[in-house]
């Protein structure tokens, strides 16, 4: 799988947007970036993915460049309880029982 | 929304005892995963079973680990003498094959090995 780059930690405040960066400089045409979060204490969970144009869903927005080399994740208003650990991991079309490989992912942190 | 249930949350066992972490995946889904987290650490992939049977294991899941899902809804793993260093979250995860970039996570269970 092609390797994500992803700062170790980041903070922000209360209601206030957070981008989340990856870099992916080695993705190939056919990796979509996806996007899970692993809250205190719980597993990780799905949080969006996407293959070259951008993405929203109702937990946050996906930004992809236009080289597909790096992606952002958007919390357009960060609450206390998106204080998580976020992983930006690249997957192939998935086929079978393909596993996910997570990084060490950002971890961040939500001021109130 | 449907979850992945595990039990127990957190189970201590004295070192060479053989324990087994149970997970009931979400009832559609077809894929299975054991994953662990050593604390302060990334999650680490175990094992994916398929159609009552291993696709992909890691080298951490040696011959002291098997999985089985003996009446299929209950998937479970067995970490048959445990040492210390098997402290760690384990999470059961699951896939449908309809929806191939959710998969679905338990909360865990902590497993303490002393």
């Known amino acids: 799988d092609a390797k994500t780059t992803q700062p170790n930690s980041m903070e922000s405040n209360e209601e206030e947007p957070v981008h989340l960066p990856c870099n992916h400089s080695?993705?190939?045409?056919?990796?979509?970036i996806h996007w899970y979060r692993q809250l205190p204490s719980q597993g990780p969970e799905y949080v969006i993915h996407?293959?070259?144009s951008n993405v929203n869903n109702r937990m946050a927005s996906l930004a992809i460049a236009e080289d597909r080399k790096s992606s952002t994740l958007i919390l357009h208003r960060a609450t206390l309880r998106d204080a998580a650990v976020y992983y930006c991991?690249?997957?192939?079309?998935?086929?079978?029982?393909?596993?996910?490989?997570f990084g060490q992912g950002t971890r961040l942190t939500i001021n109130p | 929304e449907p979850e992945v249930t595990q039990t127990p949350s957190h189970q201590v066992t004295q070192m060479g005892q053989e324990v087994i972490l149970r997970c009931v995946p979400i009832s559609n889904h077809l894929y299975f995963y054991w994953y662990r987290q050593i604390l302060g650490q990334k999650v680490e992939f175990l094992v994916s079973?398929?159609?009552?049977?291993?696709?992909?294991k890691s080298e951490i899941f040696d011959d002291q680990f098997s999985v089985e899902r003996p009446d299929g809804s209950n998937f479970t793993l067995k970490i048959r003498s445990t040492k210390l260093e098997d402290s760690a979250m384990y999470f059961c995860a699951s896939r449908t094959l309809d929806r191939p970039y959710g998969y679905t996570f338990g909360s865990g269970t902590r497993l303490t090995v002393v």
């Open positions: 080695t993705i190939s045409g056919t990796d979509y």
């Open positions: 079973f398929y159609n009552n049977e291993i696709s992909e």
């Open positions: 996407g293959l070259t």
């Open positions: 991991i690249l997957r192939g079309l998935i086929q079978g029982a393909q596993k996910l490989v």
